[in-house]
C-alpha cells in the first residue's frame, strides 16, 4: 500500500543483497504515482544497484522487458517495484495478477506496516488470497512494542516475516529471525500478557515456546 516506504525497501533489499554478493536489479513498475520513476531511479543510485524502466508505459510489458533486460545482464535477482495503492483496488489487482503470471517471480513480497496492526492483517490476507503471497516484509519494526504485532501478523495471516525494516538508512533492513523477536518481546514481559488470553495459568517458558512455534509456523 501506498506509504509503507515500498520504493525504499525495494531499495533497502537491493542492498541487502549485494553485500551477499548479488548482482541485483531494480524494475520501476509504478507508472501511476507522479515521480516514483524518479524516486527508484535515486534509490538504485545510492544503493549502487542497477535500474531499468520503460518510463509512463504498461507495467506488464516492462515486468517481461525488465527480466529479460535482467538475464542479458546476468543479474542474480531482479526486484519489481510495483504500483502502491490506497486500498485493496480491484483493478491494480488485476495488474498484478498479470505481472505475476507472465514473470513468474520466486517471491511475492508485501510490505506491511508493524504500527498498522489489524490493517496489516486485512491487507496481507487479501493480497495473498489473489496473489499467492511467499512472504511479508515488515517495516517501521523498530520499536519493542511492535514486536507483538509482528507475532499476531505473521500469526494471523499464516505467512513468514521474511525481512524486517528496522530505521530510514539503506542498511536498516534485516533478515527477520523469530527466535530474535521472541527473546526480544519475552525479554518485556508482553508476550506472557498475549499468550494467557489464549491459555490461562501459563507459565513464561511455556509462553517462550508458544511464541517461538508461532513465528516459525
Do not use: W
Not at 520466486?106 to 495473498?128: H, K
Not at 501478523?153 to 533492513?173: N, Q, S, V
Not at 527473546?183 to 518485556?188: C, F, P
Amino acid at each position: 500500500l501506498q506509504g509503507t516506504g515500498k520504493t525504499t525497501t525495494a531499495g533497502k533489499l537491493a542492498y541487502l543483497l549485494q553485500k551477499e554478493g548479488k548482482k541485483v536489479m531494480l524494475g520501476a513498475l509504478d507508472v501511476y504515482r507522479p515521480a516514483a520513476i524518479e524516486q527508484l531511479k535515486t534509490v538504485s543510485q545510492d544503493v549502487g544497484c542497477s535500474f531499468f524502466s520503460l518510463g509512463i508505459t504498461n507495467p506488464i510489458d516492462i515486468a517481461i522487458k525488465a527480466k529479460e533486460k535482467a538475464k542479458e545482464e546476468g543479474m542474480d535477482v531482479l526486484l519489481l517495484d510495483t504500483a502502491g495503492r490506497l486500498q485493496i483496488d480491484e483493478a491494480l489487482m488485476e495488474e498484478l495478477k498479470k505481472i505475476n503470471h507472465e514473470v513468474h517471480p520466486e517471491e511475492v513480497l508485501l510490505l506491511v506496516d508493524a504500527a498498522s496492526g489489524q490493517d496489516s492483517v486485512n491487507v496481507a490476507n487479501a493480497f495473498n488470497a489473489d496473489l499467492r503471497l511467499t512472504g511479508l516484509i515488515m517495516s517501521k519494526l523498530d520499536g519493542d512494542a511492535r514486536g507483538g504485532a509482528a507475532l499476531s501478523i505473521k500469526y494471523l495471516t499464516g505467512l513468514p516475516i521474511k525481512f524486517a525494516g528496522i530505521g530510514e538508512k539503506k542498511d536498516d533492513l534485516e533478515i527477520f529471525y523469530p527466535s530474535r523477536m521472541a527473546d526480544r518481546i519475552l525479554g518485556m514481559g508482553d508476550i506472557v500478557t498475549l499468550v494467557e488470553k489464549a491459555k490461562a495459568n501459563i507459565d513464561e517458558k511455556q509462553a517462550e515456546k508458544d511464541a517461538k512455534k508461532m513465528l516459525d509456523g
